[in-house]
């Protein structure tokens, strides 16, 4: 059966002018209503299949032709998909909007019909290191304001039909959302930092595409204005675009014409297996022909995320009530100043839950014009720019943390109970295990140790639900007996906590997928594995007592 959804027109809005957000309200009406509609609903064999792709800490290879699925960003949920039909009608609004620009720097170099055949077929299979790249720099208008505009994308796609076509010019020019998610509000600088975030862009039917995103300011003498280079993949790998928007970097500072062999060089290159290494060759004057090396790390499901910035901007006991109130699937907004601090640390959160997967709105960066989504009465995490905080702020009921520097204080709203949720003696063991990390630890170290710190509390609370899976026989699904699940569980404080995650939809889904799965493979998946190792580690444990 395939969740509802209603059709959305953003007919209200317009991106040329902050004054057309009087028209609002029905925006907002339109918006809400669809998110309050969303409830666990029985989902199809393929929304299954898809689902056990996204399984964040899989042992398998989780590359499909979809794209790798990020934890934490599952829109399977009718929300989730609401919200994806109403941000693909903003699109249309955009191609709308603007007119098509001139492109105004050096066209790519085509490809003979066998090559394209070729790489047609490899990008099919997923092994692409990237769809497309796009160059978007802010523009002035008639208005006199500064509209983020695309200037270039590599590679020029040719014999699409028009309707896929169309689609990929409201993609392309949706992008400038979340590349400059400020808005307008933009002038000529002399200075400004680089940096890098990321972001996904999730269609109507569930597919995704993440943007990895690089905005610096470009090598010149006075007041310039910024650019930034977006890399749309299908592939979750943050680390890897970093080093990859290194070298573009590098080579923007010689000269634009300098990026586009490189780029290049890396479409025809095949994706990396976990743990494999790939070799580009790549040509910088006056230092020669390079060999550049971009190794994918070998636990792929970490490979999304960088836990240094989390805990950079977060105490441990801070972390521990976001993950309090992650857990419970409450509404929690980051704020900090810089994209990509929101974005590292939204993914991070979203991995703690393993094997859980995050259902609801995930936004890790929100742009000015889409803000009102703040106000959606279903859980959510966002990440909102510190200039926005005060449109952000004013509701109720959830969990505002500030990751600014230079803050009075981390949470600006809470429930409240956010250092109680979790059961005590639980709690004091994460912590416990999180000591052995230090403010010095490696990205290397950290993917260890987070990891170590927080399974053992799923397994610890929830690790024994595959007694309470019953089937009336071996080729039959699965019936999950939740009361006696409950109620097998001997300490009160802990029976409390499961009591209220098992009413939660991350749970729900985790356990309609270990009731239809074949009995076969019960057992087999990671979480099953570590959960055995740890009942053998206390078998051995009382043995020697």
């Given at each position: 059966m395939t969740s509802s959804r209603k059709t959305w027109a953003f007919s209200s809005l317009r991106t040329k002018s902050r004054?057309?957000?009087?028209?609002?309200?029905?925006?907002?009406?339109?918006?809400?209503?669809?998110?309050?509609?969303?409830?666990?609903?029985?989902?199809?064999?393929?929304?299954?299949?898809?689902?056990?792709?996204?399984?964040?800490?899989?042992?398998?290879?989780?590359e499909t032709n979809k794209g790798v699925f990020l934890p934490g960003e599952d829109q399977s949920d009718g929300a989730m998909k609401r919200f994806s039909t109403l941000f693909s009608s903003f699109r249309g609004k955009i191609s709308k909007d603007r007119p098509g620009k001139e492109q105004d720097l050096p066209a790519t170099?085509?490809?003979?019909?066998?090559?394209?055949?070729?790489?047609?077929?490899?990008?099919?299979?997923?092994?692409?290191?990237?769809?497309?790249?796009?160059?978007?720099?802010?523009?002035?208008?008639?208005?006199?304001?500064?509209?983020?505009?695309?200037?270039?994308?590599f590679p020029k796609k040719d014999?699409?039909?028009?309707?896929?076509?169309?689609?990929?010019?409201?993609?392309?020019?949706?992008?400038?959302?979340f590349c400059f998610p400020e808005g307008v509000n933009w002038a000529p600088l002399t200075e400004y930092p680089s940096e890098t975030f990321s972001f996904v862009l999730t269609d109507v039917d569930g597919t995704r595409k993440n943007g990895y995103c690089r905005r610096l300011l470009p090598d010149g003498k006075g007041a310039r204005l910024p650019e930034a280079y977006c890399i749309i993949s299908n592939v979750a790998c943050f680390g890897l675009f970093s080093k990859i928007f290194d070298e573009v970097e590098q080579r923007r500072k010689i000269s634009m014409a300098m990026i586009y062999p490189f780029m290049q060089s890396l479409r025809e290159s095949a994706?990396?297996?976990?743990?494999?290494?790939?070799?580009?060759?790549?040509?910088?004057?006056?230092?020669?022909?390079?060999?550049?090396?971009?190794?994918?790390?070998?636990?792929?499901?970490?490979?999304?995320?960088?836990?240094?910035?989390?805990?950079?901007?977060?105490?441990?006991?801070?972390?521990?009530?976001?993950?309090a109130a992650t857990v419970l699937e409450r509404r929690i907004i980051f704020i900090a100043d810089e994209l990509g601090t929101l974005s590292q640390v939204i993914h991070a959160?979203?991995?703690?839950?393993?094997?859980?997967?995050?259902q609801h709105t995930l936004i890790s960066i929100v742009p000015e014009i889409l803000i009102d989504v703040v106000m959606a009465p279903t859980p959510y995490?966002?990440?909102?720019?510190?200039?926005?905080?005060?449109?952000?702020?004013?509701?109720?009921?959830?969990?505002?943390?500030?990751?600014?520097?230079?803050?009075?204080?981390?949470?600006?709203?809470?429930?409240?109970?956010?250092?109680?949720?979790?059961?005590?003696?639980?709690?004091?063991?994460?912590?416990?295990?999180l000591s052995a990390k230090n403010e010095n630890s490696s990205l290397e170290?950290?993917?260890?140790?987070?990891?170590?710190?927080?399974?053992?509390?799923?397994?610890?609370?929830?690790?024994?639900?595959?007694?309470?899976?019953?089937?009336?026989?071996?080729?039959q699904r699965g019936e999950f007996q939740r009361t006696n699940f409950c109620k097998a569980i001997e300490s009160k404080s802990t029976r409390r906590f499961v009591k209220k995650f098992a009413q939660t939809q991350m749970f729900d889904?985790?356990?309609?997928?270990?009731?239809?799965?074949?009995?076969?493979?019960?057992?087999?998946?990671?979480?099953?594995k570590k959960i055995a190792e740890y009942h053998k580690k206390m078998r051995e444990k009382s043995k020697k007592h």
């Open positions: 004054a057309s957000l009087e028209e609002g309200e029905n925006f907002r009406r339109r918006l809400f209503s669809s998110f309050r509609s969303d409830r666990r609903e029985p989902r199809s064999q393929r929304e299954e299949d898809d689902t056990e792709k996204r399984r964040a800490f899989s042992d398998t290879d989780i170099t085509e490809l003979s019909p066998v090559e394209e055949k070729a790489k047609e077929q490899r990008y099919a299979s997923g092994q692409f290191f990237f769809e497309y790249l796009v160059v978007v720099r802010p523009k002035k208008t008639k208005d006199g304001i500064y509209e983020p505009q695309i200037i270039y994308q014999g699409m039909v028009r309707f896929q076509k169309e689609e990929e010019e409201k993609t392309l020019k949706a992008l400038t959302l994706f990396p297996a976990p743990g494999h290494t790939v070799n580009i060759k790549s040509f910088i004057p006056e230092r020669g022909t390079e060999i550049i090396s971009l190794t994918r790390p070998t636990d792929s499901w970490l490979e999304h995320v960088d836990f240094r910035t989390l805990f950079k901007c977060l105490s441990d006991e801070e972390v521990l009530q976001v993950f959160v979203a991995v703690l839950l393993y094997p859980f997967i995050w995490l966002l990440g909102v720019q510190k200039s926005l905080a005060d449109q952000a702020t004013d509701q109720t009921e959830l969990l505002v943390v500030d990751l600014s520097e230079g803050r009075k204080e981390t949470f600006i709203k809470s429930m409240g109970d956010e250092d109680t949720i979790l059961p005590h003696k639980l709690k004091d063991e994460i912590k416990q295990a170290e950290l993917n260890r140790v987070v990891p170590e710190a927080f399974l053992p509390f799923f397994i610890k609370t929830v690790g024994h639900f595959s007694k309470y899976i019953v089937r009336n026989g071996k080729d889904l985790f356990i309609q997928e270990m009731e239809q799965r074949p009995a076969s493979q019960d057992g087999t998946g990671f979480f099953d």
